[in-house]
Every structure is written in structure tokens, then in C-alpha cells.
């Protein structure tokens, strides 16, 4: 290398603006850059400046510069960073995690630049921040940065998405050309959450150019994870660490004991942890996060590792989540959802999936729209959504230990056998009555009260302390691929037999927005309420056996839409108003049994009304009046062909919820008030014949139904009925009498 000292004192200063060989960025390159990138190729100092595209410093990019040092180009080729997705930051409060890239020879780096960015895991305001090369550090939060798409839409930082995607203005002069740092920090806990994983990154010029090649990015393969330590002694230790260890929870005050082992609110094996693949450092961290040591944590980690279990998650990807080709996989991958990739960006985009080719005969009462295959253009929650915040022995103490709704659990695991179909089949009794005692346990003392943060994580946790370990036994006991022993032949393909979704919502635990439940938005609220009700659908969608609501009660979930619509100023989410409508009708009509019995066929849960309503209009709000109307008719002769198929003398014995007759010879539909529309069969049929007409369905297939009605329900004047016109669908000439 002595060479060069011959060279470099002939060199004269050279403008050199945004030249990457502007190693110390004074503004020219000069002797100066020359014998800094000398000290970077001899090791004397870092090698921040490579320049020839192999990420190494050497005698060739030395050269560059002294040409460029000459009055020549600046021959640099923009080094291929390695960039290992995803980053985590995780760790205590204030750990950071860097990243390098180098900027392409001749970027623009004028105007104003952005940082975008795809992070998991972020929950509050004050949780994360970035700096870029010595930059001050840059807050994450909602003020700096923009939240794209329908995760802004759902609440946006601590709203119903877990994976966000963002953008974020980065000041002038940040980025530089040559080699640039980003560090992402963890600022610190809010008493649950350990950090945050960044899924995508990138710098975009001001013409929206990404200057990171997708080339300098590769994807960590948890297969190829060891465990910390493979000494089996420490094994063994990691496994009664997971099982007894003391844990705590930091608080304002200091670190505060906690009765819960990680068994308690994990699966009872760590399973969990293996499946969706969180990393050792998680590991470590949480176990950190809970009192215990670096080496305590590790032990956990390497008895996790080693744990002989299926592990095709990962803890950004929401279990359960719907997607093309899901029931092609094992059975055992089916927990681990589809991906993030699955989650459409527009409701739009989920009509090719209802009708295949355009077709709706996917739709007829004897087929089954498949609704783990069906994307929607919603996240379900990531698994650690569904662990409790708060395990129930620590909020409810002997009130909960003492209690069937924790001793009958144990019962459950002695019962069972894994994948002895007859051993589950025998034993169903004890999953349909696990559920009983937790309302009486956990709603009381709330529902007449105030919520405050500390009672909605209470209460919600114990519901979702239930859902953990249903999740558990369904796992290990391979419950999900034997449907059959617990429906028989009526079965889905995979299923839970349970309800545990539908009431983990906080619609059925009462639970009003505010602090506790997320960012404590109206709109935060509304989605979690609904998303469980998303995954009762794809996990138990009745099969078959649907009785009194139970598993779903299909009519309420079609309320609980409009509200979500309404509080999320009414995204378009027509299409998965249609997933609904479909499969609540298909459901009903598998039962197989008319509504004249209890448990048999339930109109209300499947009316006509809901499809041409005012209140619904804002679901439809992407949808093409022409597309909206098609799929409207679609529906409507499905449901005409199951309603007509039952005689007046069932529907005269059948009652609804309310106890009520779901006709009689003497109820005169037309006098019904708007509000029991929805509720009362009779209502509904009437109030929704003009409505269909004013949205274009075909008027002789209303006419039809009317002459069908008017044999079900002989008191009301269907002929006046059938003249009535609407201004719109809120208002008809039908509406106040004849």
C-alpha cells in the first residue's frame, strides 16, 4: 500500500457535491478521502466507505477514489448490503439494533426523503424511535409518521392491526451518499410489551425510488436455530425454570411478584414459543422481563429449541389467518395461518374469492364456501394478542382456583388421548361445559359498574387465558384434523369444538372502549370485538349443529359489522358482509331441521333486510351499484329457495329467541316498527321486498316471495306491499302502513 503515498500529493481538491467518494463528506474529495479509505483498507480504521460493491475495503476502492480525486468519474457500484429481516428490537428498556446500506452510485438525495417501514409489534406512542446515521433520534408515533392503508383505517399505532406499514419524512441532508446506518431503539416498557420487530425497511428518494435493492435483503430461517446451550443439564433446568420459576412484573415501583409460572398463561409445554418461532433473544428477554437472569432465560430458550413439536408460524403471522390453499397443508400447519401476505388491501379484492370465475353457486344452502380459504382484507390477531396480560389466579385468586372453569382443565388433558378420535368423541361433555362458570366468576363485579384499564385486562384476560389453552389441548391432542368424532359426518374438513372465540370478544364480556383494550379507541374496540367473531367463523363455524346461536349467533354479527363500519368511518367491507350472509344461510340450512323445532332452522339470522337497509349502505360504500345489486339477487334466491322450502304451519309453531312466533295468522307484518325489522321474521321479509326493487333486483323475483308471504303471514295487505315505492333504502311508501 506505500504506493499511494507517490500519488496522493499531485491531487488537487475536487468538487465532489454528493460523490460516494466524498468519504468524510466535507464536500470534495481530496487527499483526505484518499488516505481515510488507505486506513479502511489496511484495518486501521472501519470500513464504512466500500466502494467497489463487496462490502469490503481494499486497494480497489482505493483507486476509485484517487481517480475521482483526478477529475474522474467516481466509479463506486453501490455495496450489496446484507440485510437480515426481521430486525428485532427487543430487548430492555433503551436496547437498539442497527442496520447498514449503501446508497447507489448517482441516488438522488435531494428533496425530501422518506424512511418506510413495516414494524410488528408496535402498541403505543412512546415505544420506538429511529436514528438515522448521527441524526437525533426520530419518535415513531403517529405524529411522524404516516399509517398506510386499512391499518390506519382500524386504529392505527395500538389499533387492530399488529403489523403496521408506514412511512416517515426524514430530515434533509440525513441520508448521504456512501454508507448509511439506521438504529431503531426500544424506548422502553409499558408494563407488558419487551419491543418490536421491523418486518420491512427501505429509504425512498423524493421521487419515491427505493434506494435498498431487494437483493440486500435475506429472511432468518428459524431452522437453522440452536439452541443456547445443548448441555442437557441446562435443558432440563429451562424446562423446570418454564414450569416453577418466580416470576415478576415490572411496575412503577419496582418489580412486583406474580403467582403464574410461563406454563400458566403459555401452552403448558412452551409449545407455543417453538410453533410461531420466536427467537432466542425473545426468549431471553421476556424471561428477563419477568425477574429472571440472562442464563435463566437462555436455559428457557434451549429447552424451547428442543421441544419436538411442528414449527411453521411465526409470531408476526396471525394464527388462523384465511388464505388460498391452507386446507392443501397438514392440519398442523393450519395454526399458523396463511401470512401477512394474505391480507387483501381492499374489501374489493375478495369478491374473485366468494365467486370463483364470477360464479355464485358456491353459494347454494347444500354447498360450503370455504372460509379458511377465503382471504379478507382484515389482520386476525397475532398470537401475542391472544396471551393474557394478566393470568386469572393473579386477578381473581381462589375465586378463580377453586373454581370448575380451572380444575375442570386438568380433567380435560387426564381425559384425552392424542388422536384417538373415540377417547375425544367420549369426552366432548367436558369441552362444552369448560365455559360455564367464567361469566359467573368474571362479569359481575364489572357489569354494572365502571371499567377502568386494570378491569377490562382483567376480565379480557381470562377469556383469552381460556383461548390459550384450548389452543393447547387442541395442539397437542391433535383435535383440529378429527372434526368427524366431535360433529360426525356434517364436519368441516378441520375444526374446533368450541365456542371460545366468539365469547373471548368484549362485546360478550361487556367491555367498553377505553384504557386496557388497546390504544382505548372506539374503533380499537369495535375491531377486536369483531375479529373474534372472525376467527369463531373460520375455526367452529357451526357445522352443522348450530343451536340457539351457539357457536355463532350470525344476525348479531351482522350488527356488529355495521357498527365496526360506522366507527371506522364505513371502509368498504361489502364482501365480507357477503362471507356472512352466505355461510349463516349455508349453516342454517345444514341443520337439517325445520324452525318449528328449538335449535332447528332460525330466520332471523339470515334476513333479507340486512342486504338493503340504509343502515348497512356504508359497507357497500367500493362496491359498483351494478356489482352490489347482482350479488344482492344472488343471495336473495338462495335464501328464498331454503325459507319457501318450510311450510306456514312451522314457521306458526317456531319461536324466535324473544319467545316469539315467527308467524301466526294473525300478525299483520306491515304494522311492525322499523326497530323490529331486523329481530322479527315477518318484519323483515316486508320492509325488504320495495327496498330490493329500489336497488334493481329483479321485481318478479320480490313479487315471488310476496306471493310466498303472503301464504306465511295471510293478515298483511302484500298487494300494497308489492306497489310500494322507496326514495331511497331508508325510506318507503311500505313504511308507515298502506
Not at 400447519?333 to 387483501?344: D, I, K, P, R, S
Not at 362485546?507 to 376467527?535: C, D, E
Amino acid at each position: 500500500m506505500k504506493k499511494f503515498g507517490l500519488l496522493v500529493f499531485v491531487i488537487r481538491a475536487v468538487s465532489a457535491q454528493t460523490s460516494p467518494c466524498d468519504v468524510n463528506k466535507d464536500g470534495v474529495v481530496n487527499i483526505a478521502d484518499v488516505q481515510t479509505e488507505i486506513n479502511e483498507a489496511l484495518g486501521v480504521t472501519a470500513c464504512t466507505t466500500p466502494l467497489s460493491g463487496n462490502n469490503t475495503c481494499s486497494v480497489v476502492d482505493v483507486q476509485i477514489i484517487i481517480t475521482a480525486a483526478l477529475g474522474g468519474t467516481c466509479n463506486a457500484t453501490a455495496a450489496q448490503s446484507n440485510i437480515q429481516l426481521p430486525v428485532e428490537v427487543i430487548g430492555l428498556d433503551g436496547a437498539t439494533k442497527s442496520i447498514s446500506f449503501s446508497t447507489p452510485a448517482g441516488a438522488n438525495l435531494s428533496g425530501t426523503m422518506q424512511l418506510s417501514l413495516q414494524i410488528h409489534g408496535l402498541q403505543y406512542e412512546t415505544q420506538a424511535s429511529v436514528q438515522v446515521n448521527s441524526s437525533a433520534w426520530l419518535p415513531i408515533n403517529t405524529s411522524t409518521v404516516t399509517i398506510l392503508g386499512l391499518a390506519k383505517t382500524y386504529g392505527g399505532i395500538g389499533g387492530g392491526y399488529h403489523t403496521l406499514p408506514m412511512t416517515m419524512n426524514l430530515p434533509a441532508g440525513a441520508i448521504t451518499a456512501g454508507t448509511n446506518t439506521l438504529t431503531f431503539k426500544f424506548n422502553g416498557t409499558d408494563g407488558r410489551v419487551s419491543g418490536y420487530r421491523v418486518l420491512a425497511v427501505n429509504v425512498n428518494d423524493s421521487s419515491g425510488n427505493a434506494l435498498i435493492p431487494s437483493s440486500a435483503f435475506t429472511w432468518e430461517d428459524p431452522n437453522t436455530w440452536k439452541p443456547p446451550s445443548s448441555a442437557a443439564a441446562d435443558i432440563a433446568t429451562g424446562q423446570t425454570l418454564w414450569r416453577t420459576a418466580s416470576l415478576t412484573v415490572p411496575t412503577s415501583s419496582g418489580a412486583v411478584p406474580i403467582l403464574a409460572h410461563c406454563t400458566d398463561c403459555h401452552a403448558q409445554d412452551g409449545r407455543d414459543l417453538k410453533y410461531f418461532n420466536y427467537s432466542n433473544n425473545s426468549i431471553q428477554t421476556r424471561s428477563m422481563f419477568h425477574g429472571l437472569t440472562a442464563q435463566q432465560g437462555d436455559q428457557i430458550a434451549s429447552y424451547i429449541r428442543t421441544l419436538n413439536v411442528p414449527n411453521p408460524g411465526r409470531p408476526w403471522n396471525p394464527p388462523y389467518q384465511p388464505g388460498p390453499g391452507l386446507d392443501s397443508q397438514p392440519v398442523a400447519n393450519w395454526a399458523a395461518g396463511a401470512g401477512l401476505g394474505a391480507v387483501l388491501d381492499s374489501d374489493a379484492a375478495m369478491q374473485p374469492y366468494l365467486m370463483p370465475g364470477g360464479s355464485t353457486a358456491g353459494w347454494a344452502p347444500n354447498q360450503y364456501l370455504n372460509q379458511r380459504e377465503i382471504p379478507i382484507a382484515m389482520q386476525l390477531p397475532d398470537w401475542n394478542s391472544w396471551l393474557p396480560g394478566i393470568h386469572p389466579m393473579d386477578a381473581f385468586g381462589t375465586a378463580f382456583t377453586s373454581n370448575a372453569a380451572n380444575t375442570m382443565y386438568p380433567q380435560i388433558r387426564s381425559a384425552l388421548k392424542p388422536g384417538i378420535a373415540s377417547v375425544y368423541s367420549s369426552n366432548l361433555y367436558l369441552l362444552s361445559t369448560w365455559y360455564t362458570d367464567f361469566t359467573s366468576i368474571f362479569l359481575p363485579p364489572y357489569e354494572t359498574g365502571t371499567w377502568t384499564a386494570a378491569s377490562r385486562q382483567t376480565v379480557y384476560s381470562a377469556a383469552l387465558w381460556k383461548l390459550v389453552k384450548t389452543w393447547e389441548i387442541n395442539q397437542e391432542f391433535g383435535l383440529e384434523g378429527m372434526p368427524q368424532a366431535a360433529f360426525g359426518s356434517k364436519a368441516d374438513l378441520r375444526a374446533w369444538y368450541s365456542s371460545d372465540l366468539f365469547n373471548t370478544s368484549p362485546n360478550m364480556l361487556h367491555i367498553t372502549p377505553g384504557p386496557g383494550l388497546g390504544n382505548g379507541s372506539v374503533v380499537t374496540r369495535q375491531y377486536v370485538a369483531h375479529i373474534w367473531y372472525q376467527l369463531q367463523l373460520i375455526l367452529n363455524d357451526g357445522n352443522g349443529h348450530e343451536f340457539t346461536h351457539d357457536p355463532i349467533d350470525y344476525g348479531y354479527v351482522q350488527g356488529i359489522l355495521k357498527d365496526l363500519a360506522s366507527a371506522a368511518g364505513y371502509p368498504p367491507s361489502g364482501m365480507l358482509l357477503m362471507e356472512w350472509m352466505v355461510k349463516g344461510l349455508q349453516e342454517e340450512a345444514q341443520i337439517g331441521v325445520g324452525p318449528e323445532k328449538n335449535g332447528g332452522f332460525q330466520p332471523n339470522s339470515v334476513s333479507p333486510i340486512i342486504l338493503c337497509y340504509s343502515p348497512w349502505n356504508g359497507l357497500w360504500s367500493g362496491t359498483p351499484a351494478a356489482t352490489r345489486t347482482a350479488l344482492t339477487q344472488a343471495w336473495i334466491q338462495q335464501w328464498f329457495s331454503v325459507v319457501s322450502s318450510f311450510t306456514t304451519a312451522q314457521y306458526d309453531l317456531g319461536k324466535d329467541g324473544n319467545g316469539r312466533p315467527y308467524a301466526s295468522p294473525t300478525e299483520d307484518p306491515g304494522n311492525l316498527a322499523t326497530d323490529n325489522w331486523i329481530s322479527i321474521f315477518g318484519g323483515g321479509v316486508w320492509a325488504s321486498l320495495p327496498r330490493l326493487r329500489y336497488l334493481g333486483v329483479d321485481p318478479n323475483l320480490t313479487y315471488q316471495i310476496s306471493a310466498w308471504a303472503a301464504t306465511v303471514w295471510p293478515a298483511g295487505n302484500w298487494a300494497a306491499d308489492n306497489a310500494a315505492t322507496c326514495n331511497s333504502t331508508a325510506t318507503c311508501k311500505s313504511d308507515t302502513g298502506y
